[in-house]
Nanobody
Framework: QVQLVESGGGLVQAGGSLRLSCAASALTFTRYAMGWFRQAPGKERDFVAC????????YYADSVKGRFTISRDNAKNTVYLQMNSLKPVDTAVYYCAARPVVNYNDYARTPLEYNYWGQGTQVTVSS
């Protein structure tokens, strides 16, 4: 069965950096667009970033644009989220998600478009 396993979360001071990883298994990784979402306590799951199956196209939420970078290594079946200049408002559980797509440049920005989800990794940013 498909598994997405996130890692790399933790506690960091404001202004610091973290790199999240999401390792995928039991799927043909190059056929999937990948996304990162986050959910703070009492709030909805919000879009953070996504990347096309080719890796050639990326899209970011306005709140993280210029600070976060999504990338993928298709040889390792892994997608990454580099997070710099972290702020306390970035505190949340971060989830990766996978969506099968036909076109190399397809991607998705809403949770309902994704078929598979990881268990999440906690990111806490202290002020």
């Amino acid at each position: 069965q498909v598994q997405l396993v996130e890692s790399g979360g933790g506690l960091v001071q404001a202004g610091g950096s973290l790199r999240l990883s999401c390792a995928a298994s039991a799927l043909t990784f190059t056929r999937y667009a990948m996304g990162w979402f986050r959910q703070a306590p009492g709030k909805e799951r919000d879009f953070v970033a996504c990347i096309s199956r080719s890796g050639g196209l990326t899209y970011y939420a306005d709140s993280v644009k210029g600070r976060f970078t999504i990338s993928r290594d298709n040889a390792k079946n892994t997608v990454y989220l580099q997070m710099n200049s972290l702020k306390p408002v970035d505190t949340a559980v971060y989830y990766c998600a996978a969506r099968p797509v036909v076109n190399y440049n397809d991607y998705a920005r809403t949770p309902l478009e994704y078929n598979y989800w990881g268990q999440g990794t906690q990111v806490t940013v202290s002020s």
